[in-house]
């Protein structure tokens, strides 16, 4: 499932499916916009978009929208939090 086609891992496209239910493909092609930072941990970004959501699809949006300008800020939103 992921892998090649997305920036991040399974364990993410779970989380996504686990939290967002019948959402959870808008998600996933949300996060699937985001900056290509697999040189780093790959899954650090999503994962911090996650934490940041909480569940919420507008956030996820904003998030995303968020880390096409800067994805430093969200990294460091998540650790200052």
């Known amino acids: 499932m992921a892998g090649p086609r997305y920036l991040?891992?399974?364990?993410?496209?779970?989380?996504?499916?686990?939290?967002?239910?019948?959402?959870?493909?808008?998600?996933?092609?949300?996060?699937d916009r985001m900056p290509d930072t697999r040189q780093r941990d790959r899954d650090r970004l999503p994962r911090a978009v996650l934490d940041l959501a909480r569940r919420d699809v507008a956030a996820v949006v904003g998030l995303v929208e968020q880390a096409l300008i800067d994805w430093r800020d969200l990294q460091t939103w998540v650790d200052d939090g």
């Open 8 to 31: 991040f891992s399974d364990e993410i496209i779970t989380r996504v499916r686990r939290e967002f239910g019948d959402d959870s493909d808008r998600v996933i092609a949300e996060l």
